[in-house]
């Protein structure tokens, strides 16, 4: 199974970005999938998640009222709207499956999704 997450890229602090994340070898519109991220110097931190089916999504506190997560079950992808990018958005972003909402908490040995993406560069500027 491989994931792949696409359309990071560099912004002004206060513009947007739309993240994709595709998989091989596994259908994602059945798992739950998560968005993290990891900064400079610091760990890989959840994000959003969205359940299988997408009936229900969570957001960690930094992102609520300014990401969404979604699906599009016919193309079999899960994207994040990132509006009102913030310096502190700066981070490589990361989509993985099969994801518990409890790894937007902590990601340990137990709540680790199995695979994850290459990650992709999101860089807000001032």
């Known amino acids: 199974v491989q994931l792949q997450a696409s359309g990071g890229g560099s912004v002004q602090a206060g513009g947007s970005l739309r993240l994709s994340c595709a998989a091989s070898g596994a259908t994602l519109r059945d798992y739950g999938v998560g968005w993290f991220r990891q900064a400079w110097g610091k760990k890989r931190a959840g994000v959003a998640w969205?359940?299988?089916?997408?009936?229900?999504?969570a957001y960690v506190d930094s992102v609520k009222g300014r990401f969404a997560i979604s699906r599009d079950n016919d193309q079999d992808i899960v994207y994040l709207d990132m509006n009102d990018l913030k310096l502190e958005d700066t981070a490589v972003h990361y989509c993985?499956?099969?994801?518990?909402?409890?790894?937007?908490?902590?990601?340990?040995?137990?709540?680790?999704?199995?695979?994850w993406g290459q990650g992709t560069l999101v860089t807000v500027s001032s």
């Open positions: 993985a499956a099969p994801c518990p909402p409890e790894a937007m908490v902590v990601v340990t040995e137990s709540t680790s999704p199995d695979f």
């Open positions: 969205i359940s299988a089916p997408a009936d229900a999504v």
